[in-house]
């Protein structure tokens, strides 16, 4: 494959420490590194403050293809600079990839590689190749940009500094959302952050392999056994989406693509979902279980995204509260309740803060007096302690604490009492 030409832009650039790339250049040569360039999101961004003057974050991180060891050049790499500014973070042997930091640098390397999924959704095999045949094995052909740091060219086969330049997202091949379904979130998390859109016919390849459902994997099989396109990777896209400043315009992205159905139909047809991340966000609560809360089966696609076990934990527990509530609606009996009978529902109980703040975000009707017992009522304290009683004569033992627990009543229903005076 041809590169396009000749860069028309500085070869220093205005996200990246100046003078990185020289020595980055100067530790492949040492390391008798064949070929190297940048490719990624420098790269992109770098094109997009050209064509569209439009400035972007400064950004923390690079990366990098070679063909050669990642291996060797990080070793050069920190014999070159010394470990007090090389930190290598993590070597992945089967990818052939390092992860390295050079001061505070995050710095990415990958061999030069074909991928080929033995089926959808899977990990793929992986193969040495050249930095023209890596570049169809991406995303997006905003993606598959790569710069020769040697021959300073842009090789752009796929021409995504035209796609750049029209402010569009596309494939680069027909099977992509199919091979890695996690492509389509990853396409709504650049759309709503570089303001790009989908084109029609990848839109129309996002609904059609939905629809075709071409993964082993159905929803009637257990969370365990769902391929990682389906599972750890998936989750790893969504929450990087949730971290990004423009996370609603790309979650609605998905909807609008037909693509929550990867997660759960009833998170497609959900028209909450807002409301509920910007309370989680509110709140200090997890925007991701506030998000899922609602799915058919939370603890279920919880497990299947691999979420950590305490947040599978709080979501079951939200789920009881949720329950909890809804049986106490249907009964009628909370019309004349006020602090103290809400206060006797809710703590003999015992349910974790955040469960009670996922059960919150999800909207559930009886939300506000559950709301008011966690920003309020739960605070309100007895005006004497343990240490108080004990220096009073009491002994230590189970008889403080019902002490406590009485007095703590009372603080309540004054409090309640001077509420009902001040409101009428």
């Known amino acids: 494959m041809k590169s396009s030409g000749h860069l028309e832009f500085d070869k ?40 569209h003057k439009q400035p972007l974050k400064n950004f923390q991180d690079l990366d990098l293809v070679i063909e050669g060891s990642p291996e060797k050049f990080a070793r050069v790499l920190s014999e070159k600079l010394g470990t007090c500014r090389v930190n290598i973070k993590k070597i992945n042997a089967a990818y052939q990839t390092v992860e390295l930091t050079i001061d505070n640098l995050l710095i990415d390397i990958a061999r030069a590689r074909t991928e080929k999924y033995s089926k959808p959704a899977e990990n793929p095999s992986i193969f040495p190749c050249s930095i023209e045949e890596d570049l169809y094995r991406r995303d997006f052909t905003i993606n598959s940009i790569a710069l020769d740091l040697r021959t300073f060219e842009l090789l752009d086969p796929y021409k995504g500094s035209n796609a750049i330049k029209n402010r569009i997202i596309t494939f680069i091949h027909s099977g ?55 599972s750890t990777r998936l989750r790893m896209e969504i929450e990087l989406l949730m971290k990004q400043d ?59 995204l691999q979420l950590p076990l305490n947040e599978q934990h709080l979501l079951i527990e939200a789920q009881k509260i949720i329950k909890h509530f809804q049986i106490l609606e249907f009964s009628g009996k909370t019309k004349d309740w006020g602090p103290y009978e809400w206060c006797n529902e809710i703590e003999p109980n015992k349910w974790n803060k955040q469960a009670i703040l996922i059960a919150i975000c999800s909207g559930i009707s ?53 509420k009902q005076t001040s409101d009428n």
């Open 246 to 304: 423009k996370w609603q315009t790309a979650i609605q992205n998905l909807q609008n693509w037909q693509a929550l159905l990867l997660l759960d139909k009833d998170l497609q047809n959900d028209n909450n979902w807002k409301r509920r991340i910007h309370w989680a966000f509110r709140l200090g609560v997890s925007p991701f279980s506030a998000f899922i809360s609602k799915a058919s089966s939370p603890a279920f696609l919880a497990s299947r």
């Open 366 to 418: 009886l939300w506000q007096p559950l709301f008011r017992w966690w920003g309020k009522w739960s605070r309100i304290k007895s005006k004497t302690n343990a240490k108080d009683l004990l220096a009073n004569g009491w002994e230590a033992g189970p008889a403080i604490g019902r002490e406590l627990k009485r007095l703590r009543e009372i603080e309540i229903r004054n409090y309640q009492n001077k």
């Open 176 to 230: 992509s959302a199919a091979e890695d379904p996690t492509r389509i979130f990853r396409a709504a998390r650049y759309a709503s952050r570089l303001d790009f859109e989908m084109t029609p016919e990848s839109i129309r390849q996002i609904k059609s392999t939905i629809t075709s459902w071409p993964w082993d994997w159905t929803f009637s099989q257990t969370p365990e056994s769902a391929p990682p396109g389906l």
């Open 12 to 51: 220093e650039f205005p996200n990246l420490k100046k003078g990185i790339i020289k020595v980055i250049l100067e530790v492949a040569n040492q390391a008798c590194i064949k070929r190297i360039a940048i490719v990624g999101g420098v790269l992109r961004d770098k094109l997009i403050l050209d064509l």
